[in-house]
């Protein structure tokens, strides 16, 4: 039986909650918090919530901590930081920095011994796997990546940070005309403007600069900078009425030829329908909680990320159980 933490109680947390309940192998030890731990209010019985500060004194009682904060300011620095006690799990979904992130994990995680997988969701993540097997099936052709339509936590969270917003919704918009020429195999050049567009549905304080949050959003290099933004300004009851719900889902297309001249068309797509994005998120990150595990007992310590996980060491399935209903 593997020991949970949980670091924060957010939607992905929420998330991670769910889905420890539907894998017998795991059980959740406790939830960490900045908030007063009084407040927040979990599903899982007898399971306690407990100020973030006194996760150290859980070290030994918890297998794997998963890390459930924002990529734009939590996980640069929770991350190493958890990786010199436990055994760590995170979402870090801001993709140019990803060198970055891995690099600090992984001298810490090797430092202290552990396991760290990061980057683990549906993109980083799954669509990463996706087009690993594409390009390496048809090295050949091109990669095209779709997101949406839906909302980004990771955008969503960055808003947020913003001084003067109080809540934000980002949708990311696929262009329809883009991905209808990547399917029909034409291999267009696309920049990142012409594939996806943003809308931002913020919620901001009563005397807050408008102006300037709209600008602040517009500006934000890795988020928002490469494409057509729209901001429009809306109240929490407009928030909780029409955009209280978390879809996402996206695909991920390869185009390519084979033969000896080239003469027939391949093309690869994956896709994803998500009616809840930080559920889903959340599935990903506790199957890979069994493949860090199981890695780690074969002696691999430092960062590691979803190139590395054995399909296989995902499954609750044995090999002969794999080999008889999968293969």
């Known amino acids: 039986m593997i020991g949970i933490g949980i670091i924060g109680y957010g939607n992905l947390a929420k998330g991670v909650e769910c889905a420890i309940r539907q894998n017998p192998d795991?059980?959740?030890?406790?939830?960490?918090?900045?908030?007063?731990?009084?407040?927040?209010k979990i599903l899982t019985p007898d399971v306690p919530v407990c100020p973030l500060q006194e996760a150290d004194n859980w070290q030994g009682k918890?297998?794997?901590?998963?890390?459930?904060?924002?990529?734009?300011?939590?996980?640069?620095?929770?991350?190493?930081?958890?990786a010199k006690k436990f055994h760590v799990i995170d979402s870090f979904d801001t993709h140019a920095n990803i060198p970055a992130h891995f690099a600090a994990v992984d001298a810490a995680a090797k430092e202290s011994g552990h396991?760290?997988?990061?980057?683990?969701?549906?993109?980083?993540?799954?669509?990463?796997?996706?087009?690993?097997?594409?390009?390496?099936?048809?090295?050949?052709?091109?990669?095209?990546?779709?997101?949406?339509?839906?909302v980004s936590q990771g955008h969503s969270d960055a808003v947020r940070r913003i001084p003067g917003v109080v809540d934000c919704r980002q949708y990311t918009i696929p262009v329809e005309d883009a991905m209808d020429r990547v399917r029909r195999g034409e291999n267009p050049q696309l920049t990142t403007r012409e594939k996806h567009t943003r809308y931002c549905y913020v919620v901001a304080e009563e005397d807050a600069d408008k102006a300037a949050i709209e600008t602040a959003i517009k500006t934000m290099p890795?988020?928002?900078?490469?494409?057509?933004?729209t901001v429009e300004f809306i109240t929490m009851e407009q928030m909780k009425a029409e955009h209280s719900g978390l879809p996402h889902g996206g695909s991920v297309i390869r185009s390519g030829n084979t033969g000896w001249n080239g003469e027939s068309s391949q093309t690869i797509e994956y896709k994803l329908t998500l009616d809840s994005n930080p559920q889903f998120t959340a599935s990903v990150l506790v199957a890979c909680v069994r493949a860090a595990m199981r890695m780690y007992n074969r002696g691999v310590t430092g960062c590691q990320t979803i190139f590395d996980i054995a399909p296989a060491d995902l499954s609750l399935l044995s090999k002969e159980e794999l080999l008889k209903t999968m293969l």
């Open 26 to 40: 795991m059980t959740l030890k406790a939830v960490f918090t900045r908030r007063d731990p009084a407040s927040v």
């Open 62 to 82: 918890i297998d794997v901590m998963i890390l459930c904060g924002g990529s734009a300011t939590d996980l640069p620095a929770m991350t190493p930081e958890f």
């Open 115 to 150: 396991i760290a997988l990061i980057s683990l969701g549906w993109d980083p993540g799954l669509f990463s796997v996706n087009r690993l097997y594409a390009s390496a099936i048809l090295p050949q052709g091109k990669d095209y990546t779709f997101w949406g339509k839906g």
């Open 222 to 229: 890795n988020y928002f900078a490469d494409y057509d933004t």
